[in-house]
């Protein structure tokens, strides 16, 4: 009986432990960022899949997107501690020393960098060791806590998954490429306000000048809704690469987006009471709709709207 309780124990911990781990990387970040890889590397390769290279570049992608998270939780652990909606995070809870974390982070990161020299080119190697170096020390260390303007040029990070998905493909950088890099661009500031709206007092709690946390709902509301537009129209832009249905679902897609802002703009207006949550929630429906769209516009090779 001793044995056995001995080795439940052992096992519990192990859980623990891998768990702990999985949670550094932020799964669900990672998952909204390789969703926008594959569509990428399909318009790069209209109407050819290569299942190999796609795997490989996931892979490395979401190496790269591990590291990167894991450092940003090692360097915001402080304040992770102050936030409620971060509190469980494992540095918050020391469920996972911080000096193991780092090496975990630097681990991932040295990781991705040569699977994707190995399995694709050094194009796509360097695009995942800058962004990672970019998200963790110019984000996370130098703009985050020192501008409300922190998520605008951090977002820039999460747009480079298209990129290194692209250059896989093609080994260059293309106007489309571009293109789809400022969709995710304009498309963070309106995502990632709407949830820290709602989450305001723990920023402030934790000295974070995120922008609704330092300006009132009706400045916030406005910029969301600049951003959006922006966000619909670059969308629009990249329907010159694409066929009908991306063009298609697109327009559909943006005009409900840009409603949803609206109406959350006009709310603050008025001095109604707003769920911001509910903006944030179904930016990512957008998101996803807009580049499902896309992967199979590309997959099936429909004629492009327009020759450029």
């Known amino acids: 009986m001793h044995d056995r309780s001995l080795v439940e124990r052992l096992r519990r911990q192990l859980s623990a432990t891998l768990v702990g781990y999985v949670a550094l990387t932020k799964p669900r970040v990672i998952e909204l960022l390789l969703v926008t890889t594959i569509p990428a590397m399909l318009l790069a390769d209209r109407g050819t899949v290569n299942p190999l290279l796609i795997f490989n570049t996931l892979v490395g992608g979401l190496l790269a997107a591990a590291g990167a998270n894991t450092l940003n939780c090692v360097a915001d652990a402080d304040i992770d501690k102050k936030m409620k909606r971060t509190e469980r995070r494992p540095l918050a809870r020391d469920s996972v020393p911080r000096s193991h974390a780092l090496i975990f982070g630097l681990a991932l990161s040295v990781a991705s960098f040569f699977w994707l020299w190995w399995t694709t080119n050094m194009l796509s190697a360097h695009l995942a060791g800058a962004t990672i170096a970019f998200y963790v020390l110019v984000y996370t260390l130098l703009?985050?806590?020192?501008?409300?303007?922190?998520?605008?040029?951090?977002?820039?990070?999460?747009?480079?998954?298209?990129?290194?998905?692209?250059?896989?493909?093609?080994?260059?950088?293309?106007?489309?490429?571009l293109v789809m890099f400022a969709i995710i661009f304009f498309w963070t500031p309106p995502h990632t306000w709407a949830l820290a709206m709602r989450y305001k007092e723990d920023y402030r709690a934790a000295g974070v000048p995120m922008l609704p946390a330092v300006a009132t709902e009706r400045q916030v509301t406005k910029q969301i809704l600049v951003y959006t537009w922006l966000t619909v129209l670059t969308t629009l832009a990249l329907a010159l690469a694409t066929g009908w249905l991306y063009a298609s679902v697109a327009l559909v897609a943006g005009t409900w987006f840009l409603a949803m802002a609206h109406q959350l703009y006009a709310g603050v207006r008025r001095g109604?009471?707003?769920?911001?949550?509910?903006?944030?929630?179904?930016?990512?429906?957008?998101?996803?709709?807009?580049?499902?769209a896309l992967a199979i516009d590309s997959a099936l090779n429909l004629p492009t709207l327009f020759s450029v």
Request: aromatic share 10%.
């Open 143 to 177: 703009l985050k806590r020192r501008t409300s303007q922190n998520v605008v040029w951090g977002g820039a990070a999460g747009c480079m998954p298209v990129m290194i998905g692209w250059s896989a493909v093609t080994g260059t950088i293309q106007w489309p490429a």
């Open 272 to 292: 109604e009471p707003v769920k911001p949550l509910r903006l944030f929630l179904q930016s990512n429906n957008y998101l996803a709709v807009v580049f499902c």
